[in-house]
Each structure stands twice: as C-alpha cells, then as structure tokens.
C-alpha cells in the first residue's frame, strides 16, 4: 500500500512528531511505501493567491477557484502543488498528524488543503464531490493531539462533541467531500505533560496502524441518499 | 463604538470586496470608528512558528504556546502580531469577512487567529476562556460567502447544518472561547454568478449592520452551567 502522511508541527522533537515517527517506522514494517510531507519544514506556502500559478486565466479579477480549474487542465500549477497533488494521487492511505489549534488545522495545514485540493483536480468542474469525489477509493484518517482533557470533548463537555461539533467540517467537509473514505481519528488528549499516558498512547496507535484494513470507515451517506435539492431523504434520517 | 473588520479576500472587485465596503460604509455612516485588516493586502504571515518572536524562551524545544505566553509577558511578538493584537483590544465589535472554502476560513485567516489569538494575551496563562477569555465584552459576528446553495447548509442537507456541525468550530471554540459575544452570522449563500441576488444581500447585510445593537446573541453556555469535570450539568441538557 501507498502511504503519504502530511504532517504539521515544528518541533521534531515533539509528541506529534513521535506520532509521525511512529506510523513511518510501523506501516514501513508492514512493507508499505511512505512518503510524508512535512509542512514547516518544507516552508509550505500557506496563502492562496496569484503566485500558485504560472499564467492566470483572468489577471483582472482574481478567483482562485477559477485560477485552479485553468491550471488543472493546463498544468500551470506552480511546483509545490503539483508535487503534492502527485503524491496523493499515488497514496492509497493519507494520514494527517498535527495538534488541534483552536479546534480546527493550524493554517499551514488548512493552506495545504486550500492549494493542493483544487477544483477541477481533485473535485467539482467535471469530477465531483463526496463519493464522486477525485480521490474515490482512498483512504483517510486523522491522528490529532488536544490541550483539553477528553472530558471537555465528550457529548456534553465545554468545547463540544469532538465527533459531531468539531471534527465534522475535516472529516465530512474535507476528506469524504474530495472521495476519501474516513476511519475514526485517532486522538491523544491531553499530552503535554505526561510521559505515562504519551508511553501509552504510542502503543495504542500502533495497534490503530496495524488494524487500517479492518476498522469500519465512518458511516457518511452515499449521494443516493439525497434528493434531487440535496437533502437527506426522509427514510435516511436518524 | 470601535469596529474592527478582519478582512480576507484577494479580489478587491469580489463580492466579499463590496460587503467589506458595505460594512465600511454603513458603519462609518453611523458615526462608529472603523479599522480594517485587509489579509491579502498586508500579505499577512499565516504560518505560525519561530519567527512570529524576537527572542524564544526554549530554542531547544519550540512549542508554539509556551512562546505565546513568554511573549505575552515580555512584550517579544513580532510587531505584525502586536498590531492586530492592539487593534482586537481597541475594538468594541470584531466583524469577519470572508468565504466559506473547506467550510471552514481561509488559511490567511486562520492563520491570524493561530498568531493573534494568542495564550497569555487571549486566553489561558492567568487569563481564563469561554466567559472569562480575554476579549469579554466585545462582540463579534461572521459575514462569509458560500459556492453552494442554502438548502445544501440546512439541518438535512448534503453538506451539514451550517450552524450546528460547520460554524460551531470558529463561533464557539474561536470567537465564544475567547470571551467575545456571538451575533448569528450574515450568510450570503452561492452568489457567484446572481447580480440580482448579490444586491439584495447587500440590502439584507446593511440591515444586519443597522442593528447590530438589538440582535440578540447565540445563546452559549455560560461557565457556571458546567460540573468541575467540564460536563454540561444535566439541568440544562436540552
């Protein structure tokens, strides 16, 4: 199997980044093929703008979604988004390490996603989206870190159902939206200051990586459940 | 009252351009100060990491937040993140424009709040979050644009409820977290290619503007609702 891990932290020496050491060492024990993308050291460029591409379809007025459907079809992707998009073109298995920042990416990752997941490549403008997604037949996973204890993220915690509440624009909006299929993310809460439960969670996504092929993806709606206005059928509905 | 509009589109001539304008405008016609922070424009840093400080408490170890709280104490941002940091003290009413893209903000914007929103200036470190963050007292609201249609962003629709599972991420666990009030966003849904539709958005959104005052916030819950483990007390389960 193919695998390419995009990774965001600045520290090599950090939790995240024994989370990413480990699932190297651990899908490449199993003989697939790794490849990782890691963010800051790349220098990834961040910002959506003018200069991801090479010529502009319409210099006067700036989409960049338009931009990116032009450089779909005449490779005029600078060079660091065309590498990336290659190498999820090539990944059967995409895994994503980073800390939750204010309950989302932090933006050197979500800029990864704004560049590299382009319209006309990897959804929408003849493809489409969700399970006709460009990246249909791959899969997904996040494996994150929190500050807050699992508690604050439990259904009735402080911050909110980290399922339903948080994690829901990445997983469905992100991943399942461009074709993926998602397994449950793995999460280590809390770490900062406990080598114990840092000890025990590295265990623990050991055995997540080894168990890829069998564990349930999460359960999204196929695009037959909707209707012809998008809307869940009544027979689906929870 | 002091209005601080953070601002994150590339195209001036865009309709997330013209609502920008229109806040301007509105506001200023009331009689309130406004400041703008143009993202794109300032080609804003959006990737949070060693530079964003002139000294670093541990070079051996870099963790985002711990540098966040030294540089809090010493003064030690670099002067980009003080300038808007100063601005969100001096703001009465934060606004956000911008689109919808991953349904979530740009990267340059999340960006912003990775760098500005800082632990020690913002929240945490002596400070407190949710009803005891740092910018208590202040009142913000969301003003984004959307590719797709509203019924695609209702309760049953193809893409989730854009309150309950896309916003919440940034309406509670950005805006709420830091102490801010919520006002419901202004949403102008799939205008891309409507002139029609774009004009009465601009009329709905002076409106909005206009009563800014007598809105009624998203009703979170306060701190006192919640246990000593962080659970939502049952009383006020819904």
Redesign the interface.
């Known amino acids: 199997m193919n695998v390419f891990i995009v990774y965001a932290h600045?520290?090599p020496?950090?939790f995240n980044g024994a989370l990413k050491d480990t699932a190297v060492e651990t899908l490449e024990a199993l003989g697939h093929t790794v490849k990782v993308s890691d963010l800051?050291a790349m220098?990834f460029k961040?910002?959506?703008?003018?200069h991801d591409f090479t010529e502009l379809e319409n210099a006067d007025?700036?989409?960049?979604?338009t931009e990116q459907i032009h450089a779909s079809k005449h490779d005029t992707f600078t060079s660091d988004i065309t590498a990336e998009l290659e190498k999820l073109k090539w990944a059967d298995f995409v895994l994503f390490q980073f800390p939750l920042?204010?309950?989302?990416?932090?933006?050197?990752l979500?800029?990864w996603?704004?560049r590299v997941?382009a319209m006309g490549s990897i959804y929408g403008a003849g493809i489409g989206a969700?399970d006709t997604g460009g990246l249909k037949g791959k899969k997904s996973m996040l494996s994150i870190t929190t500050?807050?204890?699992e508690?604050?993220y439990?259904p009735?915690?402080?911050?909110?159902d980290i399922h339903?509440?948080?994690l829901?624009?990445i997983h469905?909006?992100?991943l399942y939206?461009s074709g993926m299929d998602v397994l449950p993310p793995f999460i280590a809460y809390s770490v900062a200051r406990d080598p114990a439960k840092r000890e025990q969670y590295i265990i623990d996504f050991k055995k997540r990586l080894l168990s890829i092929d069998t564990t349930p993806v999460i359960p999204y709606?196929p695009?037959s459940h909707?209707d012809e206005?998008?809307?869940?059928k009544p027979e689906f509905?929870g």
Chains 1, 2 share one sequence.
């Open positions: 600045q520290e020496k950090s800051y220098n961040a910002i959506a703008d003018q007025y700036f989409k960049y979604q920042w204010w309950f989302s990416m932090p933006a050197i979500k800029g996603v704004d997941f969700y500050g807050g204890p508690l604050m439990s009735h915690g402080k911050n909110g339903e509440n948080i829901f624009p469905h909006g992100i939206f709606h695009s909707y206005t998008m809307q869940l509905r």
